[in-house]
Nanobody, 130 residues
Framework: QVQLVESGGASVQAGGSLRLSCAVS????????MGWFRQPPGKEREGVAT???????FYADFVKGRFTISQGNAKNVLYLQMNILKPEDTAMYYC????????????????????????WGQGTQVTVSS
């Protein structure tokens, strides 16, 4: 049973930083995509950043240069370092995972709305005030 548990969400002021974590357990695939997605209030879910097993990352344009996705050494933790936070970053943030082919890339892991991902965490709230 795959379980993803996010943590690290908080309320911060614009310009601040947060690091989200996602603890992963029960995942038995050798190759996979993992990603962070978010759902702002009243809006659809959107892809933030994705990463492939080997570490290739891909970012949505609206977070490039501000957010960094990474994995822990044991690959059982997914991180999202968020810097220069803006009020428009306010959202529920989710981590997600799906199986991937042996030869793949972070860009091919990207999914604008996460529909291809089949394992999800419960979410962690990020609120950025101006």
């Amino acid at each position: 049973q795959v379980q993803l548990v996010e943590s690290g969400g908080a309320s911060v002021q614009a310009g601040g930083s947060l690091r989200l974590s996602c603890a992963v357990s029960g995942y038995t695939y050798n190759t996979y995509c993992m990603g962070w997605f978010r759902q702002p209030p009243g809006k659809e879910r959107e892809g933030v950043a994705t990463i492939y097993t080997s570490g290739g990352a891909f970012y949505a344009d609206f977070v490039k240069g501000r957010f960094t996705i990474s994995q822990g050494n044991a690959k059982n933790v997914l991180y999202l370092q968020m810097n220069i936070l803006k009020p428009e970053d306010t959202a529920m943030y989710y981590c997600a995972a799906r199986r991937a082919p042996n030869i793949y890339s972070g860009s091919r892991c990207y999914d604008p709305d996460g529909r291809s991902y089949n394992y999800w965490g419960q979410g962690t709230q990020v609120t950025v005030s101006s």
